[in-house]
């Protein structure tokens, strides 16, 4: 069964420093996605990165940035320069393209503090 | 454009009722899900939808739950009886995978909150 696993439930950081969120998956399939949503207080699901596993380059997107390590089936986010409006949960995903859902994690509560 | 839409924000019903809960899509988006959101966790599957056709129901809780898009494009998440259990906020996001059955990314749409009284 697909599983997604985030370790940290909660995490804080000093504004402008730089944080790491850990995430870890099982999946059988070769061929999936993943993904780092953001969801604000006002509980909008912003996507925020995503990868696909078949690229072994790591995607960026301005100050997020992932570490994929396929043979370890981790996936974390790290987030460079921390900004206040950076605070939300973050929720790790995968999606195997063999199904139609997509498997969330349980979330890091991410404090983003002044 | 516009992202996706959801109404209504928010509902409140006493236990018992039935609630309908709205969902419109990007327009031209194809695939469509429902996902429940309890307190404090990750989104869980309900459903999905390709075009009219709903292709996955297996995360329906119960058959209190039922759900259909009988034009393709707008949803419609029906809970029947509903019970305290059923307050949460229930999310709805639309797709547009390419050919080959890769999938694209979801967008999310801002949910309605359910307090089931």
């Known amino acids: 069964a697909q599983t997604v696993t985030q370790s940290q439930p909660e995490m804080s950081v000093q504004e402008a420093e730089t944080v790491t969120l850990s995430c870890t998956y099982d999946?059988?399939?070769?061929?999936?996605?993943l993904f780092w949503y953001k969801q604000p207080p006002s509980r909008q699901m912003i996507l925020v990165i995503r990868?696909?596993?078949?690229?072994?380059q790591n995607a960026t997107e301005n100050r997020f940035s992932v570490n994929f390590q396929k043979a370890a089936k981790s996936f974390s986010l790290k987030i460079s320069d921390s900004q206040l409006g950076d605070t939300a949960m973050y929720f790790c995903?995968?999606?195997?393209?063999?199904?139609?859902?997509?498997?969330f994690g349980p979330g890091t509560s991410l404090s983003v503090i002044p | 454009g516009a992202g996706v839409s959801q109404s209504p924000r928010y509902k409140v019903a006493k236990r018992g009722q039935d609630v309908a809960l709205r969902c419109d899509p990007i327009s031209g988006h194809v695939s469509l899900f429902w996902y429940q959101q309890a307190l404090g966790q990750g989104p869980e599957f309900l459903t999905y939808f390709q075009n009219e056709a709903q292709l996955d129901k297996s995360g329906l809780p119960s058959d209190r739950f039922f759900a259909e898009r009988p034009e393709g494009s707008v949803s419609t998440l029906k809970i029947q009886r509903t019970q305290q259990e059923d307050s949460a906020v229930y999310l709805c996001a639309s797709s547009n995978p390419t050919s080959g059955g890769a999938e694209e990314t979801q967008y999310f749409g801002p949910g309605t909150r359910l307090l089931v009284l």
């Open positions: 999946t059988s399939e070769n061929n999936y996605y």
């Open positions: 990868q696909e596993a078949y690229k072994q």
């Open positions: 995903a995968l999606d195997e393209t063999s199904y139609d859902k997509v498997i």
